[in-house]
């Protein structure tokens, strides 16, 4: 059923569009490409693709052909090949990311963990786990994504290239699961969604934005086995998270 407020503010910016003079209506335009342009900076777009199989997917776009919808399973596909950074180079083995596609909650940490077949593990896992069990949800119905497809060697900057060519999988990855919240866990995730380099513990206790999904910045579970005394600052952000989604 369709949304009305919606429907009225579309409606509303339709007519205020077409309200403008010639050249006002230009600057209206340029000005929704201009934004569109640097969503996709951010997502680490550096150009178009021309290729004739692109350009055969939008000759049939609107003509009744087929038209491949993105799904997780070829985002992984996608992700095993890739060699758009040089961190492909030292990992031979992709991560695991796993979860129901219509995860409700997201939680997105910076890289994974040393054994790569796993999107969580060791001590931090198990934290992770008694997490998730305090907010009385199962384990399989949340997702957990990595900002870095491959473990870096050593620090990396989260504005960095390499990041961004990651940050291009994840996008794809949150449009397909269209979660209602988004847990960034640690500063490099919380940095790299929300493209700042405030302290993370400036961020977190208030709901961000990344592309209309709320985010809520919180602690790494590693920074909590270091400094147990934050898990009570976990805690209060995980009860916000679980109002938000209805808990």
Not at 92 to 104: C, I, R, T, V
Not at 112 to 133: C, M, N, R, V, Y
Not at 190 to 217: C, W
Request: hydrophobic share 40%; charged share 30%; with cysteine.
């Amino acid at each position: 059923m369709p949304d009305p407020e919606k429907a009225a503010d579309q409606t509303m910016d339709k007519n205020f569009f077409y309200s403008l003079t010639g050249e006002d209506r230009l600057i209206s335009v340029l000005d929704e490409i201009k934004t569109s342009l640097a969503c996709l900076a951010e997502l680490g777009v550096k150009g178009v693709d021309c290729s004739r199989e692109s350009l055969d997917r939008l000759e049939k776009w609107g003509k009744g052909g087929s038209i491949q919808i993105d799904s997780l399973e070829s985002i992984s596909d996608d992700i095993r090949v890739c060699n758009k950074c040089s961190l492909h180079r030292k990992q031979s083995k992709k991560p695991l990311e796993k979860g129901p596609e219509n995860a409700a909650l997201v939680f997105v940490v910076h890289w994974p963990d040393t054994e790569p077949a796993l999107p969580f593990s060791g001590p931090s896992g198990e934290l992770l786990l008694k997490i998730i069990q305090a907010m009385h949800i199962q384990a399989d119905d949340i997702y957990i994504l990595n900002i870095l497809k491959c473990r870096p060697d050593g620090d990396i900057s989260p504005f960095s290239d390499d990041t961004k060519a990651c940050m291009a999988f994840l996008m794809r990855q949150l449009v397909v699961i269209k979660p209602k919240v988004i847990c960034a866990m640690g500063p490099f995730a919380a940095h790299a969604l929300l493209n700042t380099d405030r302290p993370l513990d400036s961020l977190r206790g208030r709901f961000h934005e990344y592309h209309g999904i709320s985010v809520m910045p919180t602690h790494h579970p590693d920074m909590l086995m270091v400094n147990p005394e934050k898990k009570r600052d976990v805690w209060d952000d995980v009860k916000k998270i679980m109002e938000r989604i209805g808990l």
